[in-house]
């Protein structure tokens, strides 16, 4: 029989699944509600805000406390570990652009909903390149175990703000 202590390690792998579910869910409703935004309904620029906050506060958790727990049960993941903050340095690169361009489609021609599109069909392949990757080099070592120092709070429960 599992200890409770396991049982809550083997949630914690599902619960990262559950928040990749979670992002994926969002950043497919704002592109889906890409074609149904009014080019002067600042609402565009809240929901590209409100994902952008939700997937960064999701990396932040992270790479500020689920990795240092990680690598001080696993040292063996630091590549591993490196690869994934590696990916969240470039994912925060595009979120400033998702931004950018959420903020000026705003205030322009119908072309910068396309761009806006453009970026996120971007950053949806490589969030699922990401995410995938994650869940596979890292579930192993979840559900053997690693402390939670408060952590899983924003890695798992940011809110979801968008749709």
């Not at 579910?21 to 590209?48: S, Y």
Request: charge should be negative; charged fraction near 25%; aromatic fraction near 4%.
């Amino acid at each position: 029989m599992a200890s409770p202590d396991s049982d809550r390690a083997v949630a914690l792998s599902q619960q990262l699944k559950q928040a990749h579910q979670q992002l994926r869910r969002q950043v497919e409703t704002l592109k889906a509600d890409l074609g149904r935004r009014r080019l002067d309904d600042d609402a565009l620029v809240t929901h590209c805000l409100a994902f952008c906050a939700a997937l960064t506060t999701h990396h932040t958790g992270e790479d500020e406390g689920l990795f240092a727990e990680l690598l001080r049960a696993r040292p063996d993941l630091a590549k591993t570990v490196a690869n994934l903050v590696q990916d969240h340095e470039m994912i925060g690169t595009i979120l400033l652009r998702v931004k950018q361009l959420a903020d000026e489609a705003a205030r322009s021609p119908a072309s910068g909903l396309d761009a806006v599109g453009r970026e996120l069909d971007g950053l949806m392949a490589i969030m699922e390149s990401h995410f995938n990757y994650e869940e596979r080099a890292i579930s192993a070592a979840l559900d053997a175990g690693v402390r939670d120092t408060g952590w899983s709070g924003t890695v798992f429960r940011f809110r979801d703000h968008v749709g």
